[in-house]
């Protein structure tokens, strides 16, 4: 399974576009990579996923460089709302189930 | 609510007590987990349920044993824990299939607080 490195910790403000950014060297061809957000005592929740280029949904969007080394998670106009940790991780996309390990994850504090 | 469902959410027992997590996810996924989630820790996978079998298990001491009756739902059995087992005991589900079908993306439960005293 891929390592992943990520920031401990972000500060933002309130409006402002925050970029995350996540290094996988060691990512395999049939990997993706996804992000999750998760509030204090609750569980996860999925975010967003791609494979390569760009991405984006109604929350975020996530660009892969060509190498597929790293992504970055971007969040515009972040509000006091997306306090939370972000986790990137990268794994098989397919397949009956996946053992993907949690990293640390990066603590984004948004600041009024 | 996520579709996800974890009971209790709240549990305190003492270190000689029986207790079980209960998780139940009606989604339609073929994989359940168990995943511990102490204070300023990262989450720690337990155990992996795939198609009712269990597939993963983490070197998780014999005091908590894992039954999935069937692919909707997972049970947490604990007996004999120790104060340093509290923690936030996390339930999720994943689909099989296709990345299109959102294989292999995890479905997380709001989890169950333990607290061992």
Known sequence: LAKTTQPISMDSYEGQEVNITCSHNNIATNDYITWYQQFPSQGPRFIIQGYKTKVTNEVASLFIPADRK??????????????AVYYCLVGPGSG????????????????? | ETGVTQTPRHLVMGMTNKKSLKCEQHLGHNAMYWYKQSAKKPLELMFVYSLEERVENNSVPSRFSPECPNSSHLFLHLHTLQPEDSALYLCASSPAGSVASGANVLTFGAGSRLTVL
Do not use: C, E, W
């Open chain 1, 96 to 112: 009956g189930y996946n053992k993907l390990i949690f990293g640390a994850g990066t603590r984004l504090a948004v600041h009024p």
């Open chain 1, 70 to 83: 790293s992504s970055t998670l971007s969040l515009p106009r972040v509000s006091l709302s997306d306090t």
